[in-house]
């Protein structure tokens, strides 16, 4: 089956678009750690960039999309060729969405799609000589299909952004705190170093970090969801330190079972 490839876990900071276009996947990959945190995002959301009210909507499996992180794609599919030449010329913006279970059985039609997902500004696109190209999307704001239109050989909906303000507001510091250990704990368990000396040397928001943890540890799709749909910054990270904590937990049993 032939579809898009996303790397949700590559680094816009020293990211090479020739790398993106040499990897292949032919299946949805499993969750993976990022090692890198993504390039720290210094714009505001939608205030900074005007989003359309009628977007393409670009549904994949296995991609959770966050506002403040960057998402590289590959596109080789001829409908999302299509998607990307018309969204570079009107609106810049394509709306990432996550596919419900069962899409293998309709995927070249309309599979199910969750109704809330992320927005993103086309940050770059090269084109390369056989109609496939790289795109490199950075995240915006989490939107609500309203209404989708299939006029076109990819899907579009008409959107309704949900509000900044609540994602927003700093995170109290001992909330923060207890989620900065517990992801330090989860990552050197998993020998991530470099991403755990990220995490503790940079000065970065509330909003940066919780998006960027939420993008790059490897949670399962449905997991990321679940973040995705958080109503506040406040709600996420707390969320994030259930997940935290259960995945830990989890991890300590399978050890004392060995």
């Given at each position: 089956m032939e579809?898009a490839?996303?790397?949700?876990d590559a680094d ?5 678009l020739?790398?993106?276009?040499r990897?292949h996947v ?7 750690l ?9 714009e505001?959301?939608?205030e900074a960039?005007p989003i359309?009210?009628?977007i393409p ?11 403040n992180t960057?998402?590289p794609?590959?596109?080789f ?7 990307i030449?018309?969204?570079?010329q009107e609106?810049q913006?394509i709306?990432?969405v996550?596919?419900k279970e ?8 309309v ?6 997902g992320?927005?993103g500004r086309?940050?770059?696109i090269?084109?390369?000589?056989d ?6 999307l950075?995240g915006l ?6 209404e ?10 008409k959107?309704t ?5 609540p994602f927003q507001?700093p995170v109290?510091p001992?909330l923060?705190?207890?989620?900065t250990k517990?992801?330090?704990?989860y990552?050197?368990a998993?020998k991530a ?8 040397g940079?000065?970065?928001s ?6 960027s ?6 949670f399962t799709?449905f997991?990321?969801q ?5 109503e506040?910054l406040h709600q996420?990270t707390?969320?994030?330190?259930d997940l935290l ?5 989890a991890q ?7």
């Amino acid at each position: 089956m032939e579809r898009a490839i996303a790397f949700p876990d590559a680094d816009i900071s020293d990211f090479s678009l020739t790398q993106v276009s040499r990897r292949h996947v032919d299946k949805a990959p499993k969750p993976s750690l990022s090692y890198r945190m993504p390039q720290l995002d210094r714009e505001t959301a939608s205030e900074a960039f005007p989003i359309p009210d009628v977007i393409p909507i670009f549904p994949l499996p296995n991609v959770v999309f966050f506002p403040n992180t960057y998402l590289p794609l590959h596109i080789f599919e001829p409908r999302y060729r299509d998607m990307i030449r018309q969204a570079s010329q009107e609106g810049q913006c394509i709306g990432m969405v996550l596919l419900k279970e069962g899409w293998e059985n309709d995927y070249y039609g309309v599979p199910p799609v969750f109704s809330l997902g992320c927005v993103g500004r086309i940050k770059n696109i090269q084109s390369l000589a056989d109609g496939r190209s790289n795109v490199i999307l950075h995240g915006l704001s989490r939107y609500d299909i309203e209404e989708e239109f299939f006029d076109t050989s990819y899907r579009r909906a008409k959107i309704t952004l949900r509000a900044d303000e609540p994602f927003q507001d700093p995170v109290d510091p001992g909330l923060r705190l207890g989620l900065t250990k517990l992801a330090l704990q989860y990552l050197r368990a998993r020998k991530a170093q470099d991403l755990c000396k990220l995490i503790t040397g940079q000065s970065i928001s509330d909003t940066v970090l919780i998006n960027s943890l939420s993008s790059c540890l490897d949670f399962t799709p449905f997991e990321k969801q679940f973040l995705l749909e958080s109503e506040s910054l406040h709600q996420q990270t707390r969320r994030l330190i259930d997940l935290l904590r259960f995945k830990l937990d989890a991890q300590k049993h399978s050890t004392e079972l060995e």
